[in-house]
């Protein structure tokens, strides 16, 4: 093909054929605790109603829709047929057609949507399922492709230093069908950062030079769709939870990685006193009976270099979360109803009727 004339490249959708590594589905046997809350008797009013809630994290839940993360690119020249390892690509996002027209390399300082970890050309393969005049494989096929060849690449690429609980998802750009029946079979795999719907957005820097933690910055309030969240909202917005901190285990954790026991007890400090703070007292998330929840990390994240965790609040249910409406910090809305704060707490510490013939409590 000569270089005037226009190929196309997109990228499948992350979760056909499986779930999506930013997204993948949350259940009782991937969230490592459930949602417990501490009894509210049992508490002095200055502490927060907290949740331990080790196992949530972004990259536990499913995405919105099967094609979702298409995103077609028409490729002029040598540009992306010559990108190699190490590369970065950017283009104009389009609102109209999905094809696009001016894929560049970029300096990887600048942002980009795509860093190419390896190259793949499907004209090298033998048989005739990609040769001359072959079918469209299609999204799926595509994605079997990324699985089989750009996972691998990846690995390769990065080592031990891709987060696969991070924010980074493995890629692939291949052509589109129209690209396809000009004869182009050049695909590239790589690296991008998609939002919930599957939109890939720009990021600045090589992967391996970053911290890859999954998180967004304080007052972000995450969307919600059939209980499940999704991307960030105006708080003013129908929302699962609503980020209050970020925390940064390495001032704490400097050496191995912590256990989730130890992050956890030190969590619960940390994020509580955010949470006091971020809503001006002590008292608030009790009697907005909403629930302090936080991330935790775990080895391979860990071994990547990511140390940063969110502290965020919403209201778990038994399929994922209530619908918040309005900002913490003011009035909400849970499921459409204003929450009623719960009876206050008496002074001290409420204990348990001793069982006959036991001792009593110290201090009682």
């Given amino acids: 093909m000569s270089s005037d004339q226009s190929n196309s490249a997109e990228s499948p959708p992350e979760n056909a054929g499986r779930p999506r590594k930013t997204l993948p589905a949350m259940s009782a046997n991937t969230t490592r605790r459930s949602l417990a809350f501490i009894a509210a008797g049992a508490v002095v009013a200055a502490v927060a109603t907290v949740a331990i809630a080790g196992g949530f994290n972004r990259s536990e839940l499913p995405a919105l829709s099967s094609n979702s993360a298409l995103q077609a690119t028409s490729v002029r020249g040598v540009a992306f047929a010559s990108a190699t390892a190490g590369d970065c690509l950017d283009w104009t996002p389009s609102t109209g057609s999905s094809d696009r027209t001016d894929v560049t390399k970029v300096d990887c300082s600048q942002e980009h949507r795509f860093e190419v970890t390896s190259g793949l050309d499907l004209s090298m393969y033998p048989g005739a399922e990609f040769g001359p005049g072959s079918r469209y494989p299609g999204a799926l ?175 778990e249910t038994a399929d994922g979360f209530s619908t918040v409406t309005g900002s913490a910090k003011g009035e909400i809305l849970i499921d459409g109803v204003a929450p009623v704060p719960p009876p206050p707490i008496g002074e001290g510490r409420s204990l348990p009727t001793p069982l006959p013939g036991a001792a009593p409590f110290p201090g009682a």
């Fill in 141 to 315: 096929r595509f994605a079997s492709l990324r699985d089989e060849h750009c996972v691998p690449s990846v690995g390769n690429y990065l080592g031990a230093k891709f987060d696969p609980d991070g924010k980074f998802s493995v890629g692939l750009m291949f052509p589109s069908e129209s690209g396809w029946g000009m004869g182009e079979r050049t695909l590239r795999c790589g690296l991008q950062y998609s939002s919930a719907d599957g939109t890939l957005q720009p990021f600045e820097g090589r992967v391996a030079e970053q911290d890859q933690s999954n998180i967004w910055d304080p007052g972000s309030c995450i969307g919600i769709s059939q209980g499940v969240p999704t991307d960030p909202v105006d708080c003013a917005q129908p929302h699962a939870f609503e980020v209050i901190s970020v925390v940064d285990l390495a001032t704490r954790f400097q050496g191995p990685m912590p256990s989730v026991e130890d992050q956890d007890e030190y969590l619960e400090d940390v994020c509580t006193q955010a949470s006091n703070e971020y809503l001006d007292s002590a008292e608030a998330l009790r009697n907005k009976t909403l629930t302090l929840f936080w991330d935790n990390l775990q080895l391979d994240s860990w071994l990547a270099g990511s140390r940063q965790i969110n502290c965020s609040i919403g209201k």
